[in-house]
């Protein structure tokens, strides 16, 4: 059986990867000139950065376990520590959560009532709020946006702006106000509600084609696969013939917004093909600052303050202390906002007065500058949206991708077990 894989982002190198490890024959056909998607590295000067700054945390199990199974090691090429939440510009005193290393549950109670820069009250209603999660088994009677949630359980002051909608933010890259409260949820069962390594943050020590892709590419030739770079895919057809070869399964792994006209030419799958074309978009931006070797942030990640008054930052993220890149400051910026609007130089500013801000002190002059905006980097993931099923109408065509696997976000494990499941379900037919 020969198996062809149409996207080589993460999606599509873990059903790749896993289908040659069952000994099945499979060609990747990539559009790019690289592999990895949505989540890949670029070059700029002279540096090697990534097209967005990746989050992992514990609970991505099928990541790391592919990641093993390429031969990457992930305690070398992760930094892995406890889940540290720090806003030291926050107002009117700095926010702070650390969850211990302590067994489950006691890591989050201990980390909940052991916050800096919330009140008693803050913190036991959280606790409460957790304590109802798990009471319900992490299932909400009907999906409802993650403010109107956080409203129904009286999740409010610093705890509300420095927790649970950053967390939502970051997770889902779609506003509190219009993300569906259930597939958060669902990323506060797999993290906080889970054991305690689950909530340690994973954050990347190398790049992010040395993470997976440039390891599976390796892999999947080693076992007899085959990757075609530069090679667009026009239509799929009842035959499975793509690039001139016949195939006996297709997995269709291409981000939702380049599989709905491919899936739009057959009648057995045109109704995925309109259902993602009803889709919303999400954009991310990620802001390189190149400082002098000596700026360092006093946490791996640091969360800059609220957005609002004319402030754009939410996260940055000290390259020098995990990719050895010193001096390398990374802002991350999710979803929606009015950052959108402001141009390069504008955005370059503003961070890092804001940075500086935070960490009261003055910064040198920024000596490089990189903007890289993804317009359209996720699926704007609201109440109620519904998910297409891995397996299709047309019988052996599958679908993977962040989109397909209905209980997680547009995340790095949603797309790994999306690729996993579409394989698995390949191999028992």
């Not at 700029?44 to 992992?56: C, V």
């Not at 075609?228 to 939702?256: C, D, H, K, M, Q």
């Not at 047309?394 to 797309?415: F, H, M, R």
Request: charged share 15%.
């Amino acid at each position: 059986m020969r198996v062809a894989v149409i996207g080589g982002g993460w999606a599509g190198l873990a059903a790749a990867v896993e289908l040659v490890s069952a000994g099945v024959g499979v060609t990747v056909f990539e559009a790019a000139r690289q592999l990895g998607g949505r989540a890949r590295s670029v070059s700029a000067h002279g540096r090697r950065l990534d097209n967005g700054q990746h989050i992992l945390v514990g609970a991505y199990r099928e990541t790391l376990r592919l990641m093993q199974v390429v031969g990457n090691h992930p305690d070398r090429l992760l930094e892995r520590m406890p889940l540290e939440i720090a806003f030291p510009g926050r107002q009117p005193a700095p926010f702070r959560l650390r969850l211990p290393r302590l067994p489950a549950p006691w890591h989050l109670a201990v980390g909940l009532l052991g916050t800096r820069g919330a009140s008693l009250a803050e913190k036991l209603r959280a606790v409460r709020f957790m304590r109802f999660l798990q009471a319900t088994n992490y299932r909400l009677g009907d999906d409802c946006t993650v403010a109107a949630l956080l409203d129904r359980h009286a999740q409010h002051g610093n705890l509300r702006g420095c927790l649970w909608e950053p967390l939502c933010l970051a997770a889902l890259n779609t506003a509190p106000e219009q993300a569906s409260a259930q597939i958060f949820v669902n990323t506060l069962r797999d993290s906080l509600g889970s054991d305690r390594a689950a909530t340690d943050l994973l954050l990347p020590a190398a790049d992010l084609d040395q993470l997976f892709p440039a390891a599976a590419a390796s892999f999947i030739a080693a076992h007899g696969g085959e990757i075609r770079l530069s090679t667009r895919v026009a239509s799929i057809n009842a035959s499975f013939v793509v690039g001139g070869e016949r195939f006996a399964a297709v997995v269709l792994a291409t981000g939702p917004q380049q599989a709905a006209p491919l899936l739009a030419g057959n009648e057995q799958s045109g109704p995925v093909a309109r259902l993602l074309a009803d889709y919303r978009w999400e954009p991310i931006g990620t802001v390189y600052c190149g400082y002098p070797p000596e700026v360092r942030l006093p946490l791996p990640m640091l969360g800059l303050a609220a957005q609002g008054d004319g402030r754009f930052g939410q996260w940055a993220f000290d390259r020098g202390g995990l990719c050895g890149t010193a001096g390398v400051i990374a802002f991350v910026l999710s979803g929606s906002g009015a950052w959108e609007h402001a141009d390069n130089p504008t955005l370059v500013a503003a961070l890092h007065d804001e940075l500086a801000a935070a960490l009261g002190t003055r910064l040198p002059p920024v000596l490089w500058q990189q903007v890289i905006r993804e317009r359209r980097a996720t699926f704007s993931c609201r109440p109620g949206l519904p998910r297409p099923a891995a397996r299709t109408a047309l019988a052996g065509l599958w679908l993977a991708g962040d989109y397909v696997c209905a209980d997680y976000p547009a995340t790095l494990e949603a797309a790994v077990r999306s690729g996993v499941a579409a394989a698995r379900g390949i191999l028992l037919t």
